[in-house]
């Protein structure tokens, strides 16, 4: 069965500080690996990883796709209170051409 | 603002009766789909439209059905409403199936009482 996990599930961490958030997936026919931002409204999008090894990035935030070892990492430096956020990851498949939704990391910045 | 919008953005409603939520995707964008949230929960995905036809289905009930119209917008219909049907409700859209990217709606939230 094709599945998304992230860790940690949780993580809270001071203004400044950079944290490192991780999704490992197992599914049939990889396509693509998105990351999503969710404050207390909808999902927005921030990167998609098709290629391994090519870092993608936005700012303070950046991600790394690992095709052979099947995981991704989203960083993001000198963190402000408004990162704090749910960040999901996702994966696409040629399967059924649906995205498979991990359950989040739910990050809080203090100030 | 990602292009897609949802009407209506709150509804409050009784158990037992229906409701409609629609969704207008982004421009161009010729594929929908519509995601389950419930409180402090992950997003479950429910259905999905390409071009007015259903492309695949996840873990929709019975009691709910969809569809896309000629214009592309979108209804989910959700009927005999149970207190656990409360949540929010995203539409999101993509240009196409395979293209993955997904840009969100603002959801509707639904409150059954």
């Known amino acids: 069965e094709d599945k998304v996990v992230q860790s940690p599930l949780s993580l809270v961490v001071h203004e400044g500080d950079t944290v490192t958030l991780n999704c490992s997936y197992e599914v049939t026919n990889f396509r693509s690996l998105l990351w999503y931002k969710q404050e207390k409204k909808a999902p927005t999008f921030l990167f998609m990883l098709?290629?391994s090894g090519i870092e993608k990035k936005s700012g303070r935030l950046s991600s790394i796709l690992d095709k052979k070892e099947l995981f991704s990492i989203l960083n993001i430096t000198a963190t402000q209170t408004g990162d704090s956020a749910v960040y999901l990851c996702a994966v696409g498949a040629d399967s059924n051409y649906q995205l498979i939704w991990g359950a989040g990391t739910k990050l809080i910045i203090k100030p | 603002d990602s292009g897609v919008t949802q009407t209506p953005k709150h509804l409050i409603t009784a158990t037992g009766q229906r409701v409609t939520l629609r969704c207008s995707p982004r421009?161009?964008?010729?594929?929908v789909y519509w995601y389950q949230q419930s409180l402090d929960q992950g997003l479950q995905f429910l259905i999905q439209y390409y071009n007015g036809e259903e492309r695949a289905k996840g873990n929709i009930l019975e009691r709910f059905s969809a569809q896309q119209f000629p214009d592309l917008h979108s209804e989910l219909n959700l009927s005999s409403l149970e207190l656990g049907d409360s949540a929010l409700y995203f539409c999101a859209s993509s240009v196409y199936p395979g293209s993955y990217e997904q840009y969100f709606g603002p959801g509707t939230r639904l409150t059954v009482t």
């Open positions: 421009s161009g964008d010729l594929s």
């Open positions: 098709t290629s």
